[in-house]
């Protein structure tokens, strides 16, 4: 399993004391994007991060909750995402994902779709043989903190049944906390996302508590 904190909880007066905790301490960060459109939050731009690139040789999960993610793609890529998940909710179309998971790809990135807590699996089906990673959110997005939907592990189960066939990573995002963390990686999850349990207290140790 890897863990993946969501900078979106990180203290900024203390960024590089943090950072350089997270350096150590995990593989991958989780970077969210929004635009106050797709959810009713404003996170961060693509300069935010660049200066995590310049702080971090960590792989930089980039999850897009924006109405535009073809415009945003780009941007993002050049600088420094190394992964970018788009909403399936914010495109729909099914050629156009298709072709936005294929212009990810070219771009040398890893693709994924999310799914907003009431999105079924199903409608991933068509992509799934082109996916990187799925991202299951557990929480309606656009704030840290919410707690984790239990529906999610009915979802995680669905997917997990039809991975095999394949070659994506599945996701968990929001309200991921030691006491569902757990039974989500029993449940078959790959990269585990959590912010404010992460960066509340000790991050060295509630990060450790998580991978348990
Ligand atoms: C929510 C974001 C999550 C969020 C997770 O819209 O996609 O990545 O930061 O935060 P916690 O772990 O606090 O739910
Ligand atoms: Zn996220």
């Not at 970018?84 to 990135?109: P, R």
């Not at 890893?110 to 043989?129: H, N, R, S, W």
């Not at 997990?160 to 599945?170: D, G, R, Y």
């Amino acid at each position: 399993m890897i863990l993946a904190p969501s900078v979106l909880s990180l203290d900024y007066t203390r960024f590089n004391e943090q950072v350089a905790i997270l350096n150590k301490a995990v593989s991958a960060l989780h970077f969210d994007v929004m635009d106050g459109h797709f959810v009713p939050n404003l996170s961060f731009g693509p300069d935010i991060l660049k200066a995590f690139k310049k702080a971090s040789n960590l792989f930089m999960d980039v999850h897009l909750m924006v109405d535009d993610p073809g415009f945003f793609t780009p941007v993002f890529a050049k600088a420094g995402a190394d992964g970018i998940t788009f909403h399936y909710e914010a495109v729909k179309d099914l050629k156009a994902i298709s072709s936005l998971i294929q212009e990810i790809k070219q771009l040398g990135l890893k693709a994924g779709i999310a799914l907003k807590p009431a999105t079924d699996v199903a409608v991933l089906k068509p992509f799934l043989k082109d996916l990187d990673l799925v991202l299951l959110m557990s929480v309606e997005p656009g704030f840290g903190g919410q707690s984790f939907m239990p529906s999610t592990f009915a979802k995680l189960e669905t997917l997990t049944k039809i991975k095999n066939e394949h070659s994506f990573l599945i996701e968990v995002d929001g309200g991921v906390n030691k006491e569902n963390a757990a039974k989500l990686i029993a449940g078959g999850v790959d990269i585990l996302v959590a912010g404010s349990y992460v960066f509340k207290g000790d991050i060295l140790a509630n990060i450790k508590s998580l991978e348990k």
